[in-house]
């Protein structure tokens, strides 16, 4: 029973990451009907900037939560400003192109990107320092969920409740809907919808960030390639929710999350990854629209 | 983003924020180098000024290359002057034939001009060809964005070397096997994503190609796993043992005739039926299965036809090599092909050899660069989609055209 809350709690834990990463996928995707392929490389970026100002604080002797709030915002401030620059450059010129042109540009993107921070940094993995502290609740919780765990899956919380929040009564969010439903109309309404664009990819972005910040700082260790698999893992969970849909996402990554950590836990964990993509294939070719998405006609 | 070009000190401006911009975006990577365990920071500071100088100038091409493009957009026979130089010879049939008598000429010489170290180049440059080649058939035929082709490649490589080592089979007979496996692997593939297009196939097809690559390496038994399968034989001359030199040319003849053979079949294919159903499925599926084009058979022939070049080089690699491991096929191995498809232009033959040639030869002549390679591969494929996205060199269909007078009219 423990060997089992373990595992639900590990892939709690994951599905949350995969979550706030699908979030981004989604919001794209909802509203240019593009696969950001370049968001892994966000993800990847926020992780690197949150371990460079993490590592400079840590020498200058800030207090841990202190170090792990300013490593966050400076990676949601340095992932945001390369999500604004990647849709700018690589797909707002593409926007009236075929369908498989912004594709391509966001692979070029993604390969640009990786390569980019390989050679800045360097390709082996670099100690990410531990930012969450320890602590204790319940004495023989401890070893089933680490406090690490417990602010990844709050932080994640936080983050879908605020999101969803935004969505639901801001004005930008109102328009963000629009735009996802019928771009033309919401252009024809007055909406401005390259600004809608532009603070999707912020937002996704910045979500992004906050991901990679946590999850590195709880394994320890990141490199130049962690974003192409967790890049696939969301999108994975994107779909498995039905892309385009906001609880959907969530829903995803939680049922990724878990059905890898028990996966693992109880089948074989040299194939881990395998079990990523076996359910993302047989996602897509049983169930293409997700569980919460809807059925799309097709228009000619 | 036209008013650059008219206004010299306005673009001046322009660039000057962009490089502002670029030096704040790329200041904490390109900078700052950490280590959190000796607690030891490196800053690069002569970077910066790097970023700066390049984004700066590199703005001012950037705005040119948007004002070219809009003035260009009404202007329906933007070829480029290689483009109308190339059509220009073909269409002449006694230049046509001469050139590619002259071609073959030095293509059969290569190896006995050059030494060893170039004519191996040369066989992977053509080995990245035929890959390039039947990658085109699905993606640039068909459009169907396959990003796991690496996978065909991977259990041609496999097969040849697993069936020499147990059984002792030999290249000539595997190198139609592998072509079988690689059609017959591409229609398993196909059959599941027929109702899949664009974005979810090429997701999908990328998970299938790391599913193959993760059994390579986790199935340790009988892949070996990671450390990969050594000493494969390479192809024998009627029983002569050749020495290092003599099966590499002996090598480098085998792949120049199965790049010929490649290339004879995809141009047929590209003329016959099949090929214009792959077009008009690329163009619009819908229309075209109203059009009675059976679009299940279409899609499969794309995708087994494809695949199938992609065995047979997977055999010829192993071969060449001598030995294989997982890590030769990586999600990157399938990019690359990607690349070399689409910056030569996807759907024509002319497009993929030029394309490979450039991405496979230049960074091996360039070795200082070659760190660079795959950052140069994935800006080039961003500013080819941006600017050029018809590739280097664009398909061209074949146009029956009516003169009436002056003004012609062109017909399909």
């Not at chain 2, 390049?54 to 202007?75: N, T, Y």
Request: aromatic share 12%.
């Amino acid at each position: 029973m423990e060997y089992f809350l373990e595992l639900f709690m590990g892939g709690l834990t994951r599905g949350s990451i995969y979550a706030l990463i699908a979030l981004g996928y989604t919001m794209v995707y909802g509203i240019i009907e593009l696969i950001n392929f370049a968001h892994g490389e966000i993800y990847m970026i926020g992780a690197f900037t949150g371990l460079i100002v993490a590592g400079l604080l840590t020498m200058l002797g800030f207090p841990g939560p202190a170090i792990l709030v300013i490593a966050i915002v400076c990676a949601i401030i340095w992932a945001a400003a390369y999500g604004f620059t990647i849709e700018k450059m690589a797909y707002k010129p593409l926007r009236n192109a075929p369908r498989l042109s912004p594709l391509i540009s966001a692979i070029g993107m993604s390969i640009f990107l990786q390569n980019y921070v390989m050679l800045a940094q360097t390709s082996d993995f670099l100690p990410f320092p531990e930012l969450i502290p320890h602590f204790a609740f319940i004495d023989n919780m401890g070893s089933i969920l680490s406090s690490a765990e417990l602010v990844i899956i709050l932080a994640t919380v936080a983050s879908c409740v605020g999101l969803t929040l935004f969505i639901k009564f801001t004005k930008l969010g109102k328009a963000m809907r629009a735009t996802a439903q019928n771009r033309k109309m919401a252009m024809l309404v007055g909406v401005n919808v390259d600004m809608v664009i532009s603070a999707t990819f912020i937002i996704g972005s910045s979500l992004a960030a906050v991901g990679g910040v946590l999850i590195a700082s709880h394994i320890g260790q990141i490199n130049y390639y962690i974003g192409f698999i967790a890049g696939i893992k969301a999108f994975t969970a994107a779909v498995l929710g039905g892309i385009g849909s906001l609880p959907g996402a969530m829903l995803g990554g939680l049922v990724l999350g878990l059905t890898e950590a028990f996966a693992t836990g109880y089948v074989s964990s040299d194939y881990e990854d395998v079990f990523a993509f076996l359910l993302l294939v047989l996602i897509l070719i049983f169930r293409p629209s997700g569980i919460m998405g809807r059925e799309k006609t097709q228009k000619v | 983003m036209t008013a650059g070009c008219d206004n010299f000190a306005h673009a001046v401006r322009k660039s000057f924020l962009a490089a502002l911009w670029f030096v704040f975006l790329t200041f904490p990577i390109m900078v700052i180098r950490v280590n959190t365990i000796e607690k030891t920071v490196v800053w690069n500071w002569h970077r910066i000024g790097y970023v700066a100088l390049a984004v700066f100038f590199g703005s001012f091409v950037w705005r040119w290359l948007l004002a070219r493009k809009e003035l260009k957009k009404d202007d329906s026979r933007n070829e480029s002057r290689v483009e109308s130089l190339l059509t220009k010879l073909q269409s002449h049939p006694v230049m046509k034939y001469a050139a590619l008598g002259l071609l073959a000429l030095a293509a059969i010489a290569y190896p006995q001009v050059f030494d060893l170290y170039q004519t191996n180049i040369m066989i992977s440059c053509l080995v990245y060809i035929v890959l390039g080649l039947g990658l085109n058939i699905v993606v640039g035929l068909a459009g169907l964005l396959d990003l796991g082709y690496v996978a065909f490649y991977a259990v041609g490589a496999y097969a040849y070397a697993l069936c020499n080592m147990h059984w002792d089979i030999g290249f000539w007979y595997m190198l139609p096997i592998g072509a079988v496996l690689g059609a017959v692997l591409g229609i398993l593939l196909g059959f599941p994503v027929l109702r899949l297009r664009g974005d979810y196939l090429a997701i999908v097809t990328l998970g299938f190609g790391e599913i193959i690559r993760l059994v390579l390496e986790n199935w340790g038994d009988v892949t070996m796993g990671p450390s990969g399968i050594s000493s494969i034989a390479r192809p024998g001359l009627f029983g002569i043992k050749l020495g290092v030199v003599g099966s590499t040319q002996y090598m480098y003849y085998i792949m120049f005739g199965v790049l010929v053979l490649t290339i004879f079949c995809v141009n047929r294919l590209q003329n016959s039926r099949i090929g214009r159903a792959w077009l008009a499925l690329r163009e619009d599926e819908i229309a075209c299965q109203a059009m009675g084009i059976d679009k299940m058979k279409t899609k499969l022939m794309a995708f087994a036809l494809g695949a199938t070049w992609a065995g047979m080089a997977g055999v010829v690699f192993a071969a060449k090599t001598t030995f294989i491991n997982p890590a030769s096929f990586t999600f990157w191995e399938s990019a690359i092909i990607l690349s070399i498809v689409v910056i030569g232009g996807m759907g024509s033959i002319r497009g993929v050899i030029a394309g490979a040639i450039i991405l496979i030869l230049v960074p091996e002549y360039l070795r200082e660069f070659a760190q660079f390679r795959m950052l140069l591969f994935g800006a080039i494929m961003v500013l080819v989609m941006v600017f050029r996205p018809q590739g280097l060199i664009s398909a061209k269909r074949k146009v029956y055209e009516y003169k009436v007078a002056a003004t012609g009219a062109a017909n399909d």
